[in-house]
């Protein structure tokens, strides 16, 4: 992905691939491969982050019975990212969408607690209303004869249907607001999975979607009123809930949080190239921030309590420094990558015709952003040991991935500052403004320092001011209702012929080792047969 990156950022070329299904009536179904420097860029991205995760998961699911499992659903979880980075037409996109949704969903409830499946059933459920946007905005493209959402032109009477539409099911996906509650409750999973949702996958993917629509035609005046509105709400919402927040995981998964509203603020002020820009040095500083808080877990022996965790600098100086630094990236410090990125946006935000109270919220979610991180740096790094820490746990797992994104974090700012002509932005402002900037955040800072770190109110903002009782509150009845018909996933026809345990037992005697001693190899031969049946049946 580097070396196709590389030519067609010198060439700049496109190259779109497209393959005819069928044809029905005046209407073509075919599924669409875009390779541009957009798409291949993030590709790039992506894979760089997940090699670096399946190599940290080897160390920390070492121990797991159904490791191997784990590591073809995330496997399955990265295929399905790609598909969707490579779309160009809406089967392809809704394959890849899907894709997602499942995966996560199998990857939050791995552990089978309770607490994980009442968090996977609210991903999915939240999930599951984008999809259904998705799949209800065919109906505009069928009228059409085209799926292609590259070839759409704001002549077309559908064209704002479209984009509304995409734009809302982008919300869902990205957990913002009114949607942002699945996002704390998906740090249920295992932490590779948790490095791998907040930083380039499943959050960025709504993100992603509404790049590629701004970069064929610029958004509407209300959608990006729409956009500016729930960028700047999510902003404020996870940096204000992240102060009062003790667990280590939930606090970065409420940065996240945070630094999307950022890009979807950018994305509102009509500014995709910035929002790509942010998405990239977002990803690179938040993998390694998950890498990093992984690593304190297992030397912790699984207590995310930051308040516990002091005395970790000295026992583990490397993943110390790579959480200071990734933590640094959070609140834009200079020579860092998100500086090249995050204040860029801010400045350019007084710059652009918008609201004022937009431009507040921003301002005072950029502080919260300062504060919590300077908090948990100060009960990470300065707080005494208050509990018992493993010896060490630290090798070429652990290590290797670290270093690589710590080089991603430092460097990825200005390297694709330099490499994109595009994400060059200059923004022109009077000192006052420029300087108020950074004392918001050095305000921030010294509140983080010196404030407390409990609130009688924690509770509502812990729960994302009562979004989550909320979605569970709407949820539980449908939960309930689906229980008491779980009869129906027996079939109506089996039980009475005799087939309902049919496919299963000749499944199990496929598997037995003693029947066939390459059974996996077999199996596996049986599948890419039936696959190239398929794909000859609809060649034909």
């Known amino acids: 992905m580097l070396v196709m990156a590389y030519f067609l950022l010198k060439l700049n070329k496109t190259v779109i691939l497209e393959f005819d299904l069928f044809d029905l009536s005046s209407s073509n179904f075919s599924f669409m491969f875009i390779f541009d420097k957009i798409s291949v860029s993030f590709s790039m991205v992506v894979t760089l982050i997940s090699g670096s995760v399946f190599m940290f998961s080897q160390k920390y ?237 297992m030397v912790t022996f699984g207590v995310q309590d930051i308040r516990s965790m002091g005395g970790v600098g000295v026992l583990m100086p490397l993943t110390c420094v790579m959480f200071n630094i990734s933590s640094l990236c959070l609140v834009g410090a200079p020579f860092m990558s998100a500086f090249y990125s995050k204040h860029l946006i801010l400045e350019k935000m007084f710059m652009s015709p918008i609201n004022l109270f937009s431009v507040l919220i921003m301002m005072v979610a950029t502080m919260m952003t300062a504060k919590y991180v300077s908090r948990t740096l100060k009960a ?25 994104l710590a080089l991603g974090a430092i460097m990825g700012g200005k390297l694709i500052l330099s490499l994109e002509i595009s994400n060059l932005e200059l923004a022109f402002l009077p000192s006052l403004e420029a300087m108020f900037i950074n004392m918001v955040t050095l305000l921030g800072i010294l509140m983080g320092v010196l404030g407390a770190s409990t609130s009688k109110n924690s509770f509502s903002l812990s729960t994302l001011f009562f979004l989550t009782p909320l979605v569970y509150g709407v949820t539980k009845p449908f939960s309930v209702f689906m229980t008491k018909l779980k009869f129906l996933d027996n079939g109506w026809v089996e039980p009475y012929f005799g087939l309902k345990n049919y496919p299963t037992w000749w499944g199990s005697k496929l598997i037995q080792e003693s029947m066939w001693p390459n059974s996996r190899l077999i199996l596996s031969s049986f599948f890419m047969i039936f696959i190239l049946l398929v794909g000859a049946l609809f060649t034909k």
């Open 61 to 297: 699911m070492e121990e797991d019975p159904f490791s191997g499992r784990f590591t073809w659903i995330l496997l399955s979880f990265v295929a399905s990212m790609n598909l969707l980075i490579f779309s160009g037409s809406i089967f392809f996109l809704l394959v890849g969408w899907d894709g997602l949704g499942i995966t996560s969903f199998a990857l939050i409830i791995y552990y089978e607690s309770k607490e994980s499946q009442l968090a996977g059933f609210q991903t999915l459920m939240i999930n599951r209303l984008g999809d259904v946007i998705i799949v209800l905005s065919m109906f505009l493209f069928m009228s059409q004869g085209q799926y292609s959402f590259l070839c759409m032109s704001e002549s077309m009477f559908y064209f704002s249907g479209v984009v509304l539409m995409f734009c809302i099911a982008a919300l869902t996906k990205s957990a913002q607001f009114p949607f942002s509650s699945w996002l704390p409750a998906a740090m249920a999973a295992p932490t590779p999975v948790s490095a791998l949702v907040h930083s380039s996958t499943l959050v960025t993917a709504g993100i992603f979607l509404i790049i590629r629509l701004s970069y064929s035609l610029p958004l509407d005046q209300s959608i990006c009123s729409m956009l500016l509105l729930c960028g700047s709400v999510t902003c404020l919402l996870g940096g204000w809930a992240a102060t009062y927040e003790n667990d280590i995981k939930k606090i970065i998964a409420l940065s996240t949080l945070s630094q999307l509203g950022v890009m979807i603020f950018s994305l509102g002020m009509n500014l995709p190239s910035l929002g790509l820009f942010h998405l990239y040095t977002h990803a690179l500083f938040k993998a390694l921030l998950f890498l990093a808080a992984g690593h304190i877990l």
């Open 380 to 404: 990470i790094s300065w707080n005494k040991t208050g509990i018992p820490l493993l010896s060490s746990c630290s090798d070429i797992y652990t290590s290797l991935p670290v270093l690589i």
